[in-house]
């Protein structure tokens, strides 16, 4: 069976952390996802700041808005992840957000995608009873030393699952979870910060960790297909709906990333 044809019965929520810069891009994805993919859609849930801009979109497009504050017993505030050139103290936290998503969702699955991709073929996260990982074949060292830093093994599988959208099964989440708060002796989110290296860029990616976990504990369950993802450094708005959908029949997903925010001028000493 081809991915177009015929829809999974396995209905799913959506998770899509936001905040304000995304506003652009975010009313593409969330059609994207009500158009592609291919299970019947619960809710889905935008977790954000509290935005008046985030919350009139929610009411628009019939998504349920979520405080990003309620979601974790911590903070942005509370992380402290930059350098004199780059600060990754929120993208550290949208990543925390999303391993929590199982405290929000009501159905057993959720997808959590990024709030800058939009995808425009269609998908199925659940076929012959296994799950469907998008994949890409390089990742950062990082993310492996930590990973098995956090669960005390190595990871095992050939391809990244680092991608710009995943579905959780919030079974096998609440056991990564429990297993890192029970090796550690303390929640699990601290013991990401405790072992994060914050001399590094890119220290953690809860796809990276959640993958391999699942490659690991269950094996045989899982499919892997290529992510085929295209990125643009230019505006949505520059391309438009003809050329997207010209680009589906090579790419399942475009990405248009604002990423200014994680750099910054290193500020002189007073």
Known sequence: ?????????????????????????????????????????????????????????????????????????????????RSNRWDRSGWLYQQLLKLNGDKICGNRYFLVTDAD????????????????????????QEYFRIHAKLLGQKATSRPSYVNHYMLYDKVKLSRLKKAITARHKMPWYRAILKNLNTTKQFGFSEFETYGNFVHARYPGTSLLKPSRNKEFKKSIRFVPHSEREKWAGKFRSLSFHKRGGYYFKAKKAK
């Not at 009139?56 to 808005?65: G, I, P, R």
């Not at 073929?121 to 990982?133: A, D, M, S, Y």
Request: proline share 8%; net charge positive.
């Open 1 to 81: 069976m081809s991915e177009a044809s015929g829809s999974a019965r396995t209905p799913i929520d959506v998770l899509i952390p936001a905040i304000d810069k995304d506003l652009e891009t975010l009313p593409f994805v969330i059609d994207g996802i009500r158009r592609h993919v291919k299970h019947p859609i619960g809710s889905i849930y935008i977790v954000s700041p509290d935005s008046p801009r985030i919350k009139k979109l929610c009411k628009v497009k019939k998504c349920k808005f979520v405080h990003e504050n309620s979601v974790l017993p911590l903070t942005k505030k509370d992380i402290r992840y």
């Open 117 to 140: 991709t939009v995808l425009i073929r269609p998908h199925r996260f659940l076929e012959n009873g296994k799950q469907v990982f998008f994949t890409r074949n390089w990742s950062h």
